[in-house]
């Protein structure tokens, strides 16, 4: 008879699954939560909202970190059963390290999503409004104040890939505002940007849009530096 594989243990299985399927959750949650309170934050009338970098970090964090966790938590315990040592000392220790270490990083970027939660932009026909975490105070600007917008994509390969859009407002005191963050289309987005900045000067720069994006994003984005020229 042909030898067969060895299966994996029923609990080593679900905290392989764990490994995958935690971080693409804990994502979608969190995404979800935090667009409702942001959507919430502001002020009647608005068209566009979404975070910032802090916030897409901390939304992202569980993806980064949780896998590799896991993936170590795994290791170790199987090398504990084996009579292994780590570089000389005993897997155990390691092990009771990452338990302590796991509240740490809980807390951590429990911290980072309270502050994300309150750091972002909304946008309203007449103005962008922009705050960089909880303890920063709102800055409101009007469309007028944008003198260059800056468009990009890049995209990224690999489990999560996905194209990272951006469409950067700078405004005249030298603040960029990252419209990309917003949860819509790029053709909504830069039909929404389009009408506030309507007979507002500016320059606008595509430079920066990879062609190896999906044509559908890059397109908008493309054929309004076209008409701005």
């Not at 970090?57 to 090398?79: K, N, Q, S, Y």
């Not at 405004?171 to 949860?183: P, V």
């Not at 720069?205 to 994006?213: G, P, T």
Request: proline share 7%; glycine share 8%.
């Amino acid at each position: 008879m042909p030898a067969t594989r060895p299966s994996l243990p029923p609990r080593r299985l679900m905290l392989l699954a764990a490994a995958l399927l935690a971080p693409s959750l804990a994502i979608i949650v969190a995404m979800f939560l935090s667009d409702l309170f942001k959507s919430r934050q502001c002020p009647a009338g608005s068209v566009l909202w979404g975070t910032n970098q802090s916030g897409h970090l901390a939304v992202m964090l569980p993806v980064l970190v949780m896998p590799i966790f896991l993936a170590g938590w795994l290791a170790i315990t199987g090398m504990a059963r084996r009579g292994q040592s780590v570089f000389g000392i005993d897997p155990l220790f390691f092990r009771r390290a990452m338990g302590w270490l796991l509240p740490v990083v809980g807390a951590g970027w429990l911290m980072l999503t309270v502050n994300g939660a309150f750091a972002g932009f909304c946008a309203t026909p007449q103005t962008v409004s922009y705050r960089e975490g909880v303890f920063a105070p709102v800055k409101t600007y009007a469309w007028s104040d944008v003198v260059r917008v800056v468009a990009t994509c890049r995209h990224i390969s690999g489990r999560q890939s996905h194209d990272d859009v951006g469409y950067w407002l700078v405004m005249q005191d030298g603040r960029q505002i990252d419209l990309g963050y917003a949860e819509v289309p790029t053709a909504t987005l830069v039909k929404v940007a389009d009408s506030a900045m309507r007979g507002v000067p500016h320059s606008y720069d595509a430079s920066r849009v990879s062609a190896s994006c999906d044509p559908m994003r890059t397109r908008p984005l493309l054929a309004d530096a076209v008409a701005s020229r």
